[in-house]
C-alpha cells in the first residue's frame, strides 16, 4: 500500500513538473527572439559566473580557454527521459555570440525531473568552431558528479573540452551530459 502511494505521489509530481514545463515554454513561445537571446545571455552569464566563483580550477581553465558555451536544462524522466535548452557560446576576444539548443532523450528505470546549468569551456579556435559549425553529441558521460558536496575536480582539457554541470545539488565537474545533442538555433541567430 505504502508503494503504491509513493508511484501515486511520484506520479503526480511529474505531471506537475509537465505543466510548469508547458506553461514555460508558453511564455518561451511569445517572446521576440531579441527578448530570448537576452535571456539566454543572462543565465549563461550567471551560470559562467557562478561555477568559476566555486571553483578555482574551473577559473583557471576559463583563462586559458579561446571560449565558452553555457547552457539551461531541464530533463524529465518517468521511464523515457527527456529534455531540452537554449544556450549561447562565446568567443571570449570581441563576445561574439552564438545561440544554441540542445535536446536529450532516453529510456530506463528513471523517475523526476532536473533542472540543470552546463558550461563548457573551449581550449582553442578548432574546437569551439567545430562544436558550433558542427554540433555536438555527448555519447557516452562525460564523467560523473565529484564529491558528496557537488565540488568540481577537473584539471585540465579533454579533447579540448572542459565540461562543468550546476544545479541545485552544487556544482558537478565533467557533467553526465550522455545522449545530449547541441546544435545551432538558427532562428535565434538570423
Not at 511520484?10 to 514545463?21: C, Q
Not at 586559458?64 to 562565446?90: E, M, Q, R, T
Not at 569551456?121 to 562525460?142: C, M, P, R
Request: proline share 0%.
Amino acid at each position: 500500500m505504502t508503494r503504491r502511494l509513493v508511484v501515486v505521489a511520484a506520479v503526480v509530481g511529474l505531471i506537475g513538473s509537465a505543466s510548469l514545463l508547458r506553461a514555460e515554454e508558453k511564455s518561451w513561445e511569445e517572446l521576440d527572439a531579441a527578448s530570448k537571446r537576452a535571456k539566454i545571455d543572462e543565465t549563461a552569464n550567471k551560470t559562467k559566473d557562478d561555477i568559476l566563483a566555486a571553483d578555482a580550477k574551473a577559473k583557471d581553465l576559463y583563462k586559458k580557454s579561446y571560449g565558452w558555451a553555457a547552457f539551461d536544462n531541464l530533463k524529465i524522466a518517468f521511464g523515457f527521459s527527456g529534455g531540452g535548452g537554449n544556450g549561447v557560446a562565446v568567443v571570449k576576444k570581441g563576445d561574439h555570440r552564438t545561440y544554441m539548443k540542445m535536446g536529450t532523450a532516453g529510456l530506463g528505470l528513471s523517475l523526476g525531473a532536473k533542472k540543470y546549468q552546463v558550461l563548457f569551456l573551449f581550449q582553442d579556435k578548432t574546437t569551439f568552431d567545430n562544436f558550433v559549425e558542427k554540433g555536438w553529441q555527448a555519447d557516452a558521460s562525460a564523467g560523473a558528479q565529484a564529491g558528496g558536496e557537488g565540488v568540481g575536480a577537473q584539471t585540465g582539457f579533454v579533447n579540448g573540452i572542459a565540461v562543468y554541470q550546476v544545479s541545485d545539488k552544487g556544482l558537478m565537474a565533467t557533467a553526465d551530459i550522455a545522449g545530449t545533442k547541441y546544435e545551432k538555433n538558427d532562428k535565434l541567430n538570423e
